[in-house]
């Protein structure tokens, strides 16, 4: 029932851009903190940016600001991550979380399937 399915990635040139998606599905998206990780081979799942359900704050990895920008539509209960000035370190799958909100009761945590980016020339 619960879904989060990720589009968007693919193979791009260092420099360049590349826009992710996030459908959500099965819960309360509004009421939830949405986030973006990435995962490259052989090394661990790193937080990206993170979005509040509100869509009011924003977080992101420190070596991604200035680059990426994450936002919610609640309405089409989607998140998007939009990358640009892309690097060959930016490469990995990237993955979608669901998680809820302080004001939210409910525990839960949830993933996509993820999504592949690979920036190489």
């Known amino acids: 029932q619960v879904q989060l399915v990720e589009s968007g990635g693919g193979l791009v040139q260092p420099g360049g851009s590349l826009r992710l998606s996030c459908v959500a599905s099965?819960?309360?998206?509004?009421?939830?903190?949405m986030s973006w990780w990435r995962q490259a081979p052989g090394k661990e799942r790193t937080l990206v940016a993170s979005?509040?359900?509100?869509?009011?704050?924003?977080n992101y990895l420190e070596s991604v600001k200035g680059r990426f920008t994450i936002s919610r539509d609640n309405a089409q209960r989607t998140v998007t991550l939009q990358m640009h000035s892309l690097r060959p370190e930016d490469t990995g799958t990237y993955y979608c979380n669901a998680a809820p909100s302080g004001a939210y009761y409910e525990s839960y945590n949830y993933w996509g399937q993820g999504t592949q980016v690979t920036v190489a020339s």
């Open positions: 099965g819960f309360n998206f509004g009421s939830s903190i």
């Open positions: 979005i509040m359900a509100s869509g009011g704050a924003t």
